[in-house]
């Protein structure tokens, strides 16, 4: 079964700080892997997309990359502000029949930055 | 933008009622989920839904059932509600492939007494 894991659970940085949140997960073979943000008590807002075939994608500050052979991805986050603070979710799509629809969520890492 | 709308932020209903929750997605999305998020357990499946009428359990389906009628509403109906199904609900819509991201809407706090 997959399994999703972010580490740390929380993180805590000063403002105008780089970071990188990490994710890793337990089988390779997956169709792309989906970044996102949660605000407290809010839905879950899509970050970036990498489908299996690329190695990174970039939004503005954000730049996510994917190393399938070592099941990781992290999350980059240039020059951090404190309206950057939330949970960040990792979610992998599984190439396998009867679950190729379904996501499997990470548990997120709690992100304050402090200003 | 895609947007997934749900009928409700916040729910307070009574053990034993029958509960209905909506979604709506504007964007002719094929595939539509219901989700719930509970602290230390992260995000389980309940149901999906790839075309109208049709849907598939997710891994937590139990006191649970769905309906998607047409293709822009999915809704999540608990028949008998309990206490242990007080929890943040969301549901999401993509595109019918497996390639393509998932939207999720704002989600209902709902509490069961």
Not at chain 1, 70 to 96: E, F, M, N
Not at chain 2, 8 to 16: D, N, P
Not at chain 2, 96 to 104: H, K, L, R, T
Request: charged share 20%.
């Amino acid at each position: 079964k997959q399994e999703v894991t972010q580490i740390p659970a929380a993180l805590s940085v000063p403002e105008g700080e780089n970071l990188v949140l990490n994710c890793s997960f337990t089988d390779s073979a997956i169709y792309n892997l989906q970044w996102f943000r949660q605000d407290p008590g809010k839905g879950l807002t899509s970050l970036l997309l990498i489908q299996s075939s690329q190695r990174e994608q970039t939004s503005g500050r954000l730049n996510a990359s994917l190393d399938k052979s070592s099941g990781r991805s992290t999350l980059y986050i240039a020059a951090s502000q404190p309206g950057d603070s939330a949970t960040y979710l990792c979610a992998v799509r599984l190439i396998s029949s009867g679950s190729a629809r379904q996501l499997t969520f990470g548990s997120g890492t709690q992100l304050t930055v402090l200003p | 933008d895609v947007k997934v709308t749900q009928s409700s932020r916040y729910l307070v209903k009574r053990t034993g009622e029958k509960v209905f929750l909506e979604c709506v997605q504007d964007m002719d999305h094929e595939n539509m989920f219901w989700y719930r998020q509970d602290p230390g357990l992260g995000l389980r499946l309940i149901y999906f839904s790839y075309d109208v009428k049709m849907k598939e359990k997710g891994d937590i389906p139990e006191g649970y059932s769905v309906s998607r009628e047409k293709k822009e509403r999915f809704s999540l109906i608990l028949e008998s509600a309990s206490t242990n199904q007080t929890s943040m609900y969301l549901c999401a819509s993509e595109v019918g492939s497996s390639y393509n991201e998932q939207f999720f809407g704002p989600g209902t706090r709902l509490t069961v007494l």
